[in-house]
């Protein structure tokens, strides 16, 4: 029983993104539900179900109180990491169309830089316990570590270099430097810039590295007839997927697990998208997984992205269109679900002609929507 | 014999062995690398698991002790607090010719001439009666 179409993201809201908030994540997370309902014309008293990240501290209990929603029927959170944005959508879509709500709201609130610090190990770190007794002794302390072994190994067995994936910074950058909401708006980055910078975990330079930051985002999702009563375009979930596919290998990405199930369902092959949102916490992630997702084969990614094929201006397959978590702000998937949303109904500062089908992976394929533009 | 010289950074976190990775940890204790394996399908499962082949019986081989580099990184920024003051710092995965990949350090890596498929002999130091970790040199050949 797929919801295929049958539920649409009609709101999309965020705060502005700084690397010091001055206010709580649970005011972030509720101003941008704010937002995210008024961009969507559905009011407060409409809203039934809310659906978050674990890792957040913010919890639907409180968010129902300040938002004084009487009417609270549906609500959940899905652990792991940041990595769940798309399994969020997925999970919400399959309530709405079950009839278990009318209107979900998906949200986030973090002081990612001011408080708990992703990169810093502040969030994952587990003192050595569990499976962490066989990592954390040995120096791989943050989420990168692990990250950069994978790469290491995928640069030895593909011969894929440090100055292509700076590409993806740079093509990334360019289109921040279209979007106002960026962090990086009024930054420039050239490639010479990403190979002369300082590097934080060879094989990271800084430039490959995600931003910190502070500011929430939601978005709201209710039937595809309930959207109708609306103006505009309506970003309809085509499809949408989650993986808990266990990556040990050090070579693959979970997209390896991911990709064929999400093609199946979205009846349509990689390439119908017009445009894609890549988790990039790292730059060559992105290229790793435009090969695991199957938008080009493997060993093919640094050609593809030295020649700035993701690039808005030219590329055929434009990436990280609103500046992503490398140039726009880290927010662990939800701003790249809110660009991919502007992108099915073209609002984009950098958006994609004819957009049909838009793709956001938020976690390097353990979760991704394909979003199709409706009427 | 286990070395106590490695100057390991003293705010690394210490594995916390628990109930299915003790026998891997009293391995080391012993001088042993003990590697878990499914009595059913022969997988050396590393880190230890609790569970294989829906079955819970395993027994534990000693490693050879000997491999290659797989991969590694080096940290040369404190991104953890840990590491304030020991960058750069090597973290390598080292392919045991069993199998198995483990995250360890190499207690004579110089970074500047690390590679890939380099190899390695298992080198272990004991940090405590509790705690012997399994890092590895360079082999000499
Ligand atoms: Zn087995």
Not at chain 1, 47 to 65: M, P
Not at chain 2, 88 to 105: A, H, K, M, W, Y
Request: with cysteine; net charge negative; hydrophobic share 40%.
């Amino acid at each position: 029983m797929s919801f295929m179409n049958s539920v649409a993201v009609v709101g999309v809201g965020e705060t502005d993104y700084s690397t010091e908030s001055g206010r709580s994540e649970l005011v972030l997370s509720l101003q941008a539900i704010n937002a995210a309902l008024k961009d969507a014309g559905i009011g407060h008293d409409e809203v039934d179900g809310l659906l978050r990240w674990s890792v957040d501290t913010s919890s639907e209990a409180t968010v129902a109180a300040n938002l004084g929603l009487s009417n609270l029927s549906w609500f959940g959170e899905i652990n792991q990491a940041g990595n769940v944005g798309a399994a969020l959508v997925a999970n919400a879509a399959a309530a709405i169309h079950a009839g278990l709500a009318n209107v979900v709201v998906i949200y986030r609130g973090v002081n990612g830089r001011s408080g708990r610090r992703y990169g810093r190990g502040d969030v994952t770190g587990r003192s050595g316990r569990g499976s962490a007794a066989f990592t954390e002794p040995f120096g791989m302390l943050t989420p990168q570590h692990g990250l950069a072994m994978t790469t290491r190994r995928r640069m030895h067995e593909t011969g894929v270099s440090s100055r292509d994936f700076g590409m993806v910074a740079v093509c990334e950058r360019e289109h921040a430097n279209r979007n106002p909401r960026a962090t990086f708006f009024e930054k420039t980055l050239s490639i010479e810039q990403h190979q002369e910078s300082r590097v934080i975990v060879d094989p990271f330079h800084l430039f490959d590295c995600c931003l910190e930051t502070d500011g929430g985002g939601a978005l709201v999702l209710t039937s595809v007839e309930r959207a109708r009563e609306r103006d505009g375009h309506v970003a309809m979930i085509r499809a949408a997927a989650q993986s808990g596919y266990s990556v040990r290998n050090f070579i693959d990405t979970a997209a390896v697990g991911l990709a064929p199930n999400l093609w199946e369902r979205a009846k349509i092959t990689p390439s119908d998208i017009s445009v894609a949102q890549i988790y990039d916490h790292f730059a060559p992630f992105v290229l790793f997984a435009l090969e695991d997702y199957g938008f080009v084969r493997r060993g093919e990614g640094g050609d593809f992205v030295s020649a700035k094929e993701i690039s808005w201006d030219g590329g055929s397959l434009p990436v990280n269109t609103s500046g992503g978590h490398l140039s726009e702000a880290y927010m662990q998937g939800m701003n790249q679900l809110i660009e991919s949303v502007r992108q099915a109904r073209g609002e984009s500062t950098a958006q994609v002609s004819d957009a049909q089908f838009s793709f956001v992976d938020t976690g390097i394929g353990t979760g991704a929507v394909i979003f199709e533009r409706g009427e | 014999m286990p070395d106590k010289e490695w100057d390991r950074p003293e705010n690394l976190p210490l594995p916390v062995p628990d109930e299915d990775s003790l026998m891997f940890w009293q391995g080391l204790s012993d001088g042993k690398l003990l590697l878990q394996t499914c009595i059913e399908c022969g997988t050396k499962n590393y880190p230890p698991v609790s569970m294989c082949c829906q079955q819970f019986n395993f027994e534990w081989e000693d490693a050879q002790g000997t491999g290659s580099i797989f991969s590694y990184v080096v940290t040369q920024q404190p991104v953890h607090p840990a590491l304030k003051g020991h960058t750069p710092f090597l973290t390598v995965i080292v392919q045991l010719d069993e199998g198995p990949r483990i995250t360890s350090n190499l207690v004579d890596g110089n970074p500047e001439n690390i590679e890939i498929g380099s190899r390695v002999e298992l080198h272990l130091v004991e940090l405590s009666d509790e705690v012997t970790l399994p890092l590895f040199k360079l082999c000499s050949d």
